[in-house]
């Protein structure tokens, strides 16, 4: 198979699709791997090392679409690389559809394959084409929580762990899957009060025992989900629904009743965002002041760690981009349920139920539509 890995072109995003290492791989098991220039100098990956490992490197993006078969990025395709998206093409990347019609609408247009590394699942339930990054942007939500609750960043001034005599940030987790476990770590680490809410009964007994009562599980009710919000000096959204738009579990009411100065890190806002006053922001200008509350709302956070990104991620995606170049699109598909359940947009339909509920667009089972490629 012939696999193009363009440049990243999402602002300040300097992952790539596939390391060095990543595409050796795939050159090994007798695949032509082709790479835009400079794809990987961001995070320290030169042309001359893709050569090393038997990559043909091209002058554009517009090059790489055109010769490879399979594209595998990182983000979502924007609008030009969209427009570059042809009916033989299988796209491998995050896509995120749910919130954003543009894009579906485009994808739909193109006709192209597109397997979605969000809603790829495994043997346990799991998303472990999400879980890498969502482990890095949970982390990263209190390093940009802390940043941001400084003074002259807008926040209320304070410390994160406190000094003795002096109490430390509250800090409120909604959501306990990977992003949440991970924020929490990060937070519990740090000295903060930490407080996480769900309403998973087993995920709030595995992380009491993990924790070992160095942070607080609540059940999440609207009630209690508003008194902790009330009180917090640092909310992370860590809330997931597969596939689908992000509740609005923070209402512009509910921000009203919090502290003046006090930050929200919605990690959600790849699926639209659990605050309704979240929209999407860049690492260029990350956030933005509501009602006296920073909103740190950036869509790619791992993009600002995107050398530990990409290799996490890459571990995570290789052997399903191997089994679509070994195998095929087709055959890798039909033997794999897991991966059959990233297949959001095949031949203009859409093939993921969550992405045609959210944006009111006709469904057609992927199991059926596998049969057109």
């Known amino acids: 198979m012939y696999?193009?890995?363009?440049?990243e072109i999402k602002n300040h995003e300097y992952r790539v699709g596939l390391t060095p290492a990543s595409a050796h791989e795939l050159v090994a098991h007798g695949h032509k791997v082709f790479v835009e220039t400079h794809a990987g100098e961001g995070i320290g990956f030169s042309d001359d090392d893709y050569r090393a490992a038997g990559v043909e490197v091209l002058a554009t993006a517009d090059e790489v679409f055109e010769k490879a078969e399979m594209i595998v990025k990182v983000k979502e395709p924007q609008a030009i690389?969209?427009?570059r998206l042809k009916p033989h093409h299988t796209l491998f990347t995050y896509l995120h559809l749910a919130p954003d019609a543009e894009q579906t609408h485009d994808l739909i247009k193109s006709g192209a394959t597109?397997?979605?590394y969000e809603t790829v699942t495994d043997t346990k339930g799991g998303l472990p084409l999400l879980a890498p990054m969502s482990a890095v942007?949970?982390?990263?939500?209190?390093?940009?929580g802390a940043h941001s609750l400084e003074k002259a960043k807008g926040g209320r001034a304070v410390l994160m762990g406190g000094v003795p005599g002096v109490e430390p940030a509250k800090v409120v987790v909604i959501g306990g899957g990977v992003v949440g476990e991970n924020a929490a770590e990060m937070a519990v680490g740090m000295g903060a009060e930490v407080v996480i809410l769900d309403r998973n009964l087993d995920v709030l007994r595995r992380l009491a025992k993990r924790f070992d009562n160095r942070l607080k599980t609540v059940y999440s009710t609207s009630k209690a989900l508003a008194d902790h919000v009330a009180s917090a000096d640092l909310v992370v959204g860590a809330v997931l629904l597969p596939g689908a738009a992000a509740p609005k579990l923070i209402t512009r009411e509910l921000i009203s009743t919090m502290k003046k100065g006090a930050v929200i890190v919605d990690v959600a806002i790849d699926q639209g965002g659990c605050a309704e006053t979240s929209k999407a922001t860049t690492h260029a200008e990350p956030t933005y002041i509501v009602d006296g509350i920073?909103?740190?709302c950036?869509?790619?956070?791992?993009?600002?760690?995107?050398r530990t990104s990409t290799m996490a991620l890459n571990n995570a995606t290789l052997p399903y981009a191997l089994a679509l170049a070994d195998k095929g699109t087709k055959k890798a598909l039909e033997e794999d349920k897991h991966l059959l359940n990233g297949l959001n947009v095949c031949k203009?339909?859409?093939?993921c139920e969550d992405v045609s509920v959210a944006l009111d667009l006709p469904y057609v089972p992927a199991e059926d539509m596998i049969k057109e490629l």
Request: charged fraction near 15%.
């Open 294 to 296: 920073v909103h740190y």
């Open 137 to 144: 942007a949970g982390r990263m939500s209190i390093q940009a």
């Open 81 to 83: 690389e969209r427009a």
């Open 348 to 351: 203009g339909r859409i093939t």
């Open 3 to 7: 696999i193009g890995i363009p440049k």
């Open 114 to 116: 597109c397997i979605a």
């Open 298 to 306: 950036v869509a790619n956070m791992p993009g600002a760690v995107a």
